[in-house]
């Protein structure tokens, strides 16, 4: 017989964008996390972008990187309250915000984690496939189980 892990060595992973799909995908990896005793770790990924087109030509982002960054940790954090909610009191819910595109950066916090949970798509262009980009390449890439948790939000009857 093996001893459980403590909830600090014990995570589930999940990517937070503010969408409906990442909602759904924390709120079902919240769940899990109360039935088996891990912590919840909510990630989301921010890039700079290069430059902002006017009809004068390319001029430098305004925004400094630790603005964008700033705004993304409070977006998650918000996000995450939202869905938490106030009586939430058994789960132990960290977040991270990390630099970087956002399969590469949840499949790195994925590392050692018992499960990688995502939305079945985001805030991506392609907002009517069935898997967003993200999504897809972690089911193939990521080092522990996948969960893609669709959003009720985005279907519709037939």
Excluded at 70 to 87: F, N, R
Excluded at 117 to 134: E, K, P, Q, T
Aim: hydrophobic residues 45%.
């Amino acid at each position: 017989m093996t001893a459980q892990t403590p909830s600090e060595d014990r995570r589930i992973v999940v990517g937070v964008d503010s969408s409906h799909g990442s909602k759904a995908a924390l709120g079902w990896a919240l769940a899990q996390a109360r039935l088996t005793g891990a912590a919840v770790e909510a990630v989301a990924a921010w890039q700079q972008p290069a430059t902002y087109e006017y009809s004068y030509g390319a001029i430098p982002f305004p925004s400094a990187g630790d603005s964008i960054a700033a705004i993304t940790e409070k977006v998650l954090t918000e996000t995450v309250a939202d869905v938490v909610g106030t009586g939430n009191q058994t789960v132990d819910v960290r977040i991270k915000v990390a630099h970087g595109p956002a399969a590469q950066i949840l499949l790195q916090a994925a590392a050692g984690a018992e499960l990688l949970v995502v939305g079945s798509r985001g805030h991506g262009a392609f907002a009517g496939m069935l898997l967003g980009s993200v999504s897809q390449h972690c089911t193939h890439h990521a080092p522990c189980p996948v969960i893609v948790v669709p959003d009720d939000n985005s279907r519709t009857t037939p």
